[in-house]
T-cell receptor
């Protein structure tokens, strides 16, 4: 079964600093990979996704992620943090095979941005 | 606003009871997914319907069931409720059958079982 590991349940950065949120997955075949953001008292919003096209994926709000098959990683980065980036971030992987309808989520990383 | 609506926003009920959560997808979306978010188990996929048919099943308990109606709204039924069922329940909708299509999440229903 596939699984997702997000290193660091809490990450704190200064405004303007690099954001790096780590995600590693295990899957028997290359999956679809996703990053979602959740603001307090809201549902999830898709930041970006990898579906076997370009390995460097650009998303909304200046975020990007790189699919590295050899490292089974899909880390999320943003060059310069903004106060509005403070939220919880979830990495997710699709079920393997032809279906690709079920998501397995990581445990989430709460990002704090210090002024 | 994602365009997905969920009712009610909050629900408080007692153990052993049964509740129904409702989800209206975005206009034109045929898929509805249900998710549970709890402190213990994190975010979990429960079930997916596409155009009225069940198409994928995740960690959904036997006490839980769902359906999608001809107008494409969906209901998640939770019965014989236990304290551990307290969670935020999200639905999401998408236009297509698989995850290559973006899912749009509703604001969730917060269920508290006392």
């Amino acid at each position: 079964a596939q699984s997702v590991t997000q290193l660091g349940s809490h990450v704190s950065v200064s405004e303007g600093a690099l954001v790096l949120l780590r995600c590693n997955y295990s899957s028997s075949v290359p999956p679809y990979l996703f990053w979602y953001v959740q603001y307090p008292n809201q549902g999830l919003q898709l930041l970006l996704k990898y579906t076997s096209a370009a390995t460097l994926v650009k998303g909304i709000n200046g975020f990007e992620a790189e699919f590295k098959k050899s490292e089974t990683s899909f880390h999320l980065t943003k060059p310069s943090a903004h106060m509005s980036d403070a939220a919880e971030y979830f990495c997710a992987v699709s079920d393997p095979g032809g279906g690709r309808r079920a998501l397995t989520f990581g445990s989430g990383t709460r990002l704090q941005v210090q002024p | 606003d994602s365009g997905v609506t969920q009712t009610p926003k909050h629900l408080i009920t007692a153990t052993g009871q049964r509740v129904t959560l409702r989800c209206s997808p975005r206009s034109g979306d045929l898929s509805v997914y249900w998710y549970q978010q709890s402190l213990d188990q994190g975010l979990q996929f429960l079930i997916q319907y596409y155009n009225g048919e069940e198409r994928a099943k995740g960690n959904i308990l036997e006490r839980f069931s769902a359906q999608q109606f001809p107008d494409l709204h969906s209901e998640l039924n939770l019965s014989s409720l236990e304290l551990g069922d307290s969670a935020l329940y999200f639905c999401a909708s998408s236009v297509g059958l698989d995850l290559s299509y973006e899912q749009y999440f509703g604001p969730g229903t917060r269920l508290t079982v006392t």
